[in-house]
């Protein structure tokens, strides 16, 4: 059997249909999964149980083509190997930052390190060097905090002048200026990339204020 529906029915039904609609857009957005927050944390040389996941960061971001000393293919070994040194030199003049999620076990999401200058006519200033950030965690504001909090460990140690290099004419370098680095010059293939290819570098300072 048929049904005639009449014309005020008809225009009815799709007013019904919109706000039985209403409420699941509601609950999609309230079901949409928050970050977790990102806490830095200094790592010292006892600290070996974020080894692994140092050596994912560091294959992750040579081989997206970051210019950190290696060549692309970096092996696990090759890798591992290179943060076993990085944690010897742990102490009084290099440091090592990570950013993690601070919930849970804490997801390794970046890293950077500090070096200060040994030598006697240079007790002013020190190098910040890899900076490293997951390519699955970009656009977090994770290079921010990780450079903002070695500025501030170099400041309260009397560091007031940092140093860097970085691949020119890279992302990097936006991100260095953004933080209000200064770019002091360019070298031309200074290095060779991931990839093999001869690079040119730049070379950023930024001075800090003097806490002490």
């Known amino acids: 059997m048929s049904v005639a529906l ?6 009815a039904r799709p007013a019904r249909a919109t706000r039985a609609l209403a409420p699941l857009v509601v609950d999609a957005a309230v079901i949409t999964p928050q970050r977790a927050p990102i806490e830095i944390v200094k790592l010292s040389s006892r600290d070996l149980q974020w080894l692994p996941a140092l050596t994912n960061l560091l294959i992750d971001n040579v081989h997206q083509g970051a210019t950190l000393g290696f060549l692309a293919p970096l092996s696990r070994y ?22 993690c999620e601070s919930d ?15 030598l006697a006519n240079a007790h002013h200033r020190g190098e910040v060097q890899r900076l490293m950030v997951h ?6 504001g994770v290079a921010s905090q990780l450079m903002s909090r070695v500025e501030c460990a170099a400041a309260t140690q009397g560091r007031f002048l940092l140093q860097l290099e970085t691949c020119a004419d890279s992302q990097a370098e936006a991100v260095f ?19 093999g290819q001869l690079q040119s570098v730049a070379i950023y300072y930024k001075r800090l204020p003097h806490l002490v």
Not at 78 to 99: M, N, P, T
Not at 135 to 140: A, F, H, Y
């Open 6 to 11: 009449s014309p005020a029915a008809v225009h």
């Open 78 to 99: 090759a890798a591992l190997d290179y943060w076993h040194g990085v944690f010897a030199r742990l102490g009084q003049h290099h440091s090592l930052w990570i950013a």
């Open 104 to 118: 849970g076990p804490g997801r390794l999401l970046g890293a950077v390190q500090l070096s200060l200058c040994p």
């Open 135 to 140: 390519t699955q965690e970009r656009s977090r």
């Open 177 to 195: 200026a953004h933080l209000g680095w200064q770019r002091a010059g360019q070298i031309p293939d200074h290095c060779h990339g991931a990839e």
